[in-house]
């Protein structure tokens, strides 16, 4: 990185605004930015988010229809088998459930609603007519349809795509090299395609991750650069809610200034993708929260999350207002 951080940045800023993607390389110079550097950086984030995103913020919103059981062993999950927590455990709701979440949601500002159920998969077919039914009824709502059902064939897949559904959301959750200190009853390359079989049947992917499990920023660096390699479409970044029960929940609550400073290397790394800020959003940010938007996010799930309480979600909308940001349509 040159002498002077600020031109550097600009120069860095500019060669994306003229598609140049950023390597790993000067994604490592921008990581090592000192503290004192960072509102450079932000200012730089929030040109590359107004050229390529806009003033739109894409609100998605979510309900969590099968809750605990999980077989696999995420560290991070309140919902594992692996582990002893107090998250609910209850088979998939009904369909008219679902069609309620949804309807809630979009009062609350979503326009996105994603159906989300525990498990590895989705293994009976009663089950998976259920959430086929349940994406027609999101449909009729007017929100776009997203799901969250672990690791489908490519014909289940398919049978909901023909359902309505727009958007499969499936986490890499952090780096290749970092991903078998999370979780070992699956691969990151069993992650990996699964998106790709959602790709390659026309369906939006939306894949992100979880920082504060422990990674180092080159770990999240090297997230963002598999998730450019892939071409996913929306990126969420959650950041650790350490739960009782989890091997994590000693974790300690990533600072809301190194919270930024990932926001903004994702933008850098993904300047055209979506990136909402989803779970621990609250907790991590603080009082820096409405700063997400300046340092490249143009989205976020907006009410609760799958075991945890959200923020208020009229308090998001007033400072979507507040910063002259408008809902997406």
Do not use: W
Not at 46 to 52: D, I, L
Not at 172 to 177: G, K, M, N, Q, Y
Not at 282 to 289: D, F, K, N, S
């Amino acid at each position: 990185m040159k002498t002077n951080v600020k031109n550097a940045v600009i120069a860095v800023v500019d060669d994306i605004l003229e598609g140049k993607q950023l390597d790993h390389h000067e994604a490592m110079e921008l990581a090592a930015l000192e503290k004192a550097d960072l509102f450079d950086l932000l200012a730089g984030a929030n040109r590359v988010r107004e050229h390529f995103r806009g003033t739109v913020v894409d609100i998605c919103s979510i309900v969590n229809a099968k809750s605990g059981a999980c077989s696999e062993d995420c560290s991070f999950c309140a919902q594992s088998t692996h582990h002893s927590t107090a998250a609910p455990v209850y088979p998939l709701i009904n369909v008219d459930e679902m069609a309620g979440a949804a309807e809630g949601a979009k009062r609350n500002g979503a326009k996105r609603f994603c159906i989300v159920t525990s498990g590895r998969g989705i293994d009976s077919p009663e089950d998976l007519e259920s959430i086929a039914q349940g994406i027609r009824r999101v449909r009729e709502t007017g929100l776009s349809p997203c799901a969250t059902l672990g690791t489908l064939t490519e014909k289940q897949l398919a049978y909901l795509k023909d359902a309505g559904l727009e958007r499969y959301h499936h986490n890499i959750e952090t780096s290749r090299a970092f991903f078998s200190q999370i979780c070992t009853t699956h691969t990151f390359d069993e992650r990996i395609s699964l998106l790709q079989h959602a790709r390659s049947l026309g369906l939006s992917t939306c894949s992100g991750g979880i920082l504060g499990m422990g990674e180092s920023m080159e770990d999240r660096i090297s997230m963002a650069l598999s998730l450019r390699e892939i071409n996913v479409d929306s990126v969420p970044i959650n950041f650790l809610m350490p739960i009782q029960g989890t091997p994590l929940e000693g974790g300690t609550t990533i600072a809301p200034i190194e919270a930024l400073h990932a926001i903004a290397l994702f933008r850098m790394i993904l300047p055209d993708r979506e990136i909402r800020i989803c779970a621990g959003r609250g907790t991590a940010l603080g009082q820096l929260h409405p700063l997400i938007f300046m340092a490249g996010a143009d989205g976020f799930m907006i009410g609760n999350y799958l075991t945890t309480t959200g923020l208020d979600p009229a308090d998001d909308l007033k400072m979507i207002e507040d910063l002259g940001l408008h809902v997406g349509e």
